[in-house]
């Protein structure tokens, strides 16, 4: 999983389900034949739609390919008497590459086009499932240490120009974790069909959503290699706040969310979906600063984070293309202490399907 790989990139481009059931027909629950399996009467149960909204998929196997830029912004502050904050992001990365895909399963394989060295520690791994009613979100992100300072603010009467679009590879950032939801109203809307490429949205139509989630973040900070670089560079003597003098922390977070997503049919074989999630988390921080009474700080709060998903795409069961991005946006805060971070990726894309699913021509 290093640059040159995007193992199973499976965001916008996992199937699975891809005709709203795992079997080669989409029934009603009065459908269901009475000899099927229990597994495969669940499995119906769980991907049943309308197909006066949506159009289940026809083929069997496909093919794609796609680019992905992927993004990451880090913003450290502290507040008190000396307030200051530092916002870091590395150079946005593009990735291209190949997608193959039969039924629920998608594999894709992409190149780093800014650097085919594998020397580097970036490593990136995201999955996603997208069903009729539920949807899972698995990421797995590990940043390297080629972050850029893009902002600073060390009070009114400091000029921190000087620092901005300067190199620092004294932070590193490591996030793992999953988010699951339920969609309500999954008979008349379709996720699949803003994400997978796979069904089609006939009608416009929305959907009320509820999840948990769970995301571990570790943060590693080199505070001696900001302060020199502060102090190499500044006119003025500034003193890094201690609220910024940490080697690591480590966030956990659950949370709750509920959000809405609408899926906007605006011209023929045309549909773009926005999405948008709130989630009320509950967050422990445990980290080291060279505070006074040496005992560090504990963070044991509720904040509000976000999760969105946008997605524009033309799909007439044959061809399709279209573009698809998501963006999550992570809070802590505390009295002395506080960190935000925004990632996610966008990816655009073309593709075909074909080998005709029984019943279909």
């Known amino acids: 999983m290093r640059k040159v790989l995007a193992i199973v990139m499976l965001m916008t481009s996992l199937s699975l389900m891809a005709d709203g059931s795992l079997m080669s027909d989409t029934l009603t629950r009065s459908e269901l034949p009475e000899s099927e399996s229990w597994l495969k009467r669940t499995l119906r149960k769980f991907t049943e739609i309308d197909t006066n909204y949506v159009e289940p998929q ?3 196997w496909a093919l794609m ?10 913003r450290l502050s502290t507040s008190g008497k000396n307030e200051q904050s530092v916002t870091f992001a590395p150079a946005p990365t593009f990735k291209f590459g190949p997608y193959f895909g039969w039924r629920w399963i998608f594999l894709g394989y992409t190149i780093d086009l800014k650097s085919l060295s594998f020397s580097s520690t970036k490593q990136e791994f995201d999955f996603s499932f997208y069903a009729a009613q539920v949807g899972v979100d698995l990421y797995y992100r590990r940043t390297g240490s080629d972050y850029m300072i893009r902002n600073v603010d060390f009070g009114k009467n400091i000029n921190t120009d000087v620092l901005e679009d300067v190199g620092f590879d004294g932070l590193s950032v490591g996030i793992t974790g999953f988010n699951a939801y339920y969609i309500f109203n999954h008979k008349r809307f379709s996720y699949p069909a803003a994400f997978n490429q796979s069904t089609m949205q006939k009608i416009s139509c929305g959907s009320w959503m509820a999840g948990l989630g769970y995301m571990r973040n570790k943060l590693e900070f080199d505070y001696n290699k900001m302060q020199q670089l502060v102090s190499e560079r500044l006119s003025q003597p500034v003193q890094l706040d201690s ?46 600063t060279i505070d006074e009474d040496k005992t560090g700080f504990d963070l044991h709060n509720f904040n509000i984070d976000g999760i969105g998903r946008f997605g524009v795409v033309w799909n007439n069961n044959k061809w399709y293309a279209g573009a698809s991005a998501i963006v999550r946006a992570y809070n802590y805060h505390k009295s002395r202490f506080s960190a935000n971070n925004i990632f996610g990726s966008l990816n655009i894309y073309v593709g075909f399907n074909f080998g005709p699913r029984k019943g279909y021509k």
């Open 58 to 60: 026809h083929y069997n």
């Open 243 to 288: 609220g910024l003098m940490f080697n690591s922390v480590k966030y956990y977070n659950i949370n709750a969310s509920v959000g809405y997503a609408y899926n906007w049919v605006f011209a023929r074989n045309c549909l773009f979906c926005s999405s948008l999630s709130l989630a009320l988390a509950y967050k422990e921080t445990r980290g080291e």
């Open 65 to 74: 390919v796609q680019g992905t830029y992927n993004y990451d912004i880090y």
